[in-house]
């Protein structure tokens, strides 16, 4: 009978220093791959803030044109629209529609900038999730 109990003793422990060692193994390999992807989060953290340096400056115009747009169009009242069809002032209508283009396109970029500073907040969030986790 001790025999028996030795026999599953020494398999019992070889079984567990197998599963020890695929545990250390699978450890390193997160390790490794967490390691790797801080590396890209980093790098594309990096690209990320330079896009976004570089693009202040069209997105300043855009915010301001999307400020103007708003002044513009407190300022044509329907009323007015209205008086510019029935005298079919084309020139205005046409200047309220290009103007209405331009803004379309600055609230675009403007849309657009604020997805990638969310983009730029959620890669530095798990930046500092992981420092907090590792601490």
Do not use: C, P
């Not at 202040?56 to 510019?84: G, H, L, N, P």
């Not at 990638?116 to 420092?131: I, N, T």
């Amino acid at each position: 009978m001790a025999e028996h109990i030795d026999k599953f003793y020494v398999s019992l422990r070889a079984k567990l220093g197998e599963v020890e060692d695929r545990m250390g193994a699978l450890k390193g390999k997160i390790g490794s791959k967490a390691e790797q992807a801080e590396k890209d989060i980093r790098h594309q953290l990096d690209k990320m803030h330079k896009h976004i340096e570089q693009q202040r400056a069209k997105i300043s115009s855009a915010q301001a044109e999307v400020k103007r747009w708003a002044e513009e169009r407190k300022a044509a009242t329907d009323e007015k629209i209205a008086e510019w069809k029935a005298k079919r002032e084309a020139g205005k209508l046409k200047s309220r529609a290009e103007n209405a283009e331009r803004y379309a396109a600055a609230a675009a970029d403007v849309a657009l900038a604020a997805v990638e500073e969310a983009e730029e907040a959620a890669l530095e969030a798990w930046l500092a999730r992981k420092d907090a986790s590792a601490a």
